[in-house]
């Protein structure tokens, strides 16, 4: 067991708390007391109270930076126009930050927000879920903050959607005008349906342009 002791207390030095937790876990589970040398019981609680203590520091940490989080969010929604955001907040976004803020693209506060909840989840991952309360001031904040963000992502679906429906009934006339041409067409007038076909396609092409390249 002292080889896999050694590599609970390198994966102390080296902060990879899980490891060693679990490493430790092993020897405890393998080691019998009873017939345990001394300075390896003794190295073995030594480990154990170093993680534990490790453990609290980081549980204390995560706090803080959880914290921080927080107030940035509320900071973020306070400063966005329109947002919902809550009374404390509302003092933490200064002029300064406003003026930051607003000169964010939508890409940009996008990304914040992303990077805001990734950070989050990091600390859930390190030392465990905080407190569900504070999570849900984090979560309603950039929830406020992402407001610009949802409205521009459903304003471009909405453009999306009527650039496709126009296109659909600028087809469906062309197609109109190619099918009357065909049925139409007298040999009296052999070049009509021709020009009707030529002003048709000039329109179609026209109004096609006006929709932009096709996604």
């Given at each position: 067991q002292a080889d896999e002791l050694a590599r609970a207390e390198a994966a102390l030095d080296?902060?990879?708390l899980a490891d060693a937790q679990r490493l430790l876990g092993e020897i405890e589970a393998a080691l019998r007391p009873a017939?345990?040398?001394?300075?390896?019981?003794?190295?073995?609680?030594?480990?154990?109270?170093?993680?534990?203590?490790?453990?609290?520091?980081?549980?204390?940490?995560?706090?803080?930076?959880?914290?921080?989080?927080?107030?940035?969010?509320?900071?973020?929604?306070?400063?966005?126009?329109?947002?919902?955001?809550?009374?404390?907040?509302?003092?933490?976004?200064?002029?300064?930050?406003?003026?930051?803020?607003?000169?964010?693209?939508?890409?940009q506060r996008a990304d914040l927000i992303h990077t805001l909840r990734q950070r989050w989840k990091d600390i859930d991952d390190l030392g465990g879920p905080g407190a569900q309360a504070l999570w849900r001031r984090f979560d309603?904040?950039?929830?406020?903050?992402?407001?610009?963000?949802?409205?521009?992502?459903?304003?471009?679906?909405?453009?999306?959607?009527?650039?496709?429906?126009?296109?659909?009934?600028?087809?469906?006339?062309?197609?109109?005008?190619?099918v009357a041409t065909d049925a139409d067409a007298a040999p009296a007038q052999p070049h009509d349906p021709a020009r009707r076909l030529a002003a048709a396609l000039d329109h179609f092409r026209t109004e096609w342009r006006k929709h932009g390249p096709v996604e």
């Open positions: 080296a902060g990879q017939d345990a040398p001394a300075p390896l019981q003794t190295r073995l609680q030594a480990a154990q109270a170093r993680l534990a203590q490790l453990r609290g520091w980081q549980h204390w940490a995560g706090s803080r930076a959880r914290d921080e989080l927080v107030l940035q969010a509320e900071a973020l929604a306070a400063a966005t126009v329109g947002g919902d955001a809550p009374a404390e907040a509302n003092a933490a976004a200064d002029d300064a930050v406003a003026a930051e803020v607003a000169r964010l693209s939508i890409r309603a904040a950039l929830a406020a903050a992402g407001a610009p963000v949802a409205a521009h992502i459903a304003a471009q679906r909405a453009t999306r959607e009527a650039n496709l429906a126009a296109r659909q009934a600028l087809l469906e006339t062309l197609e109109a005008v190619d």
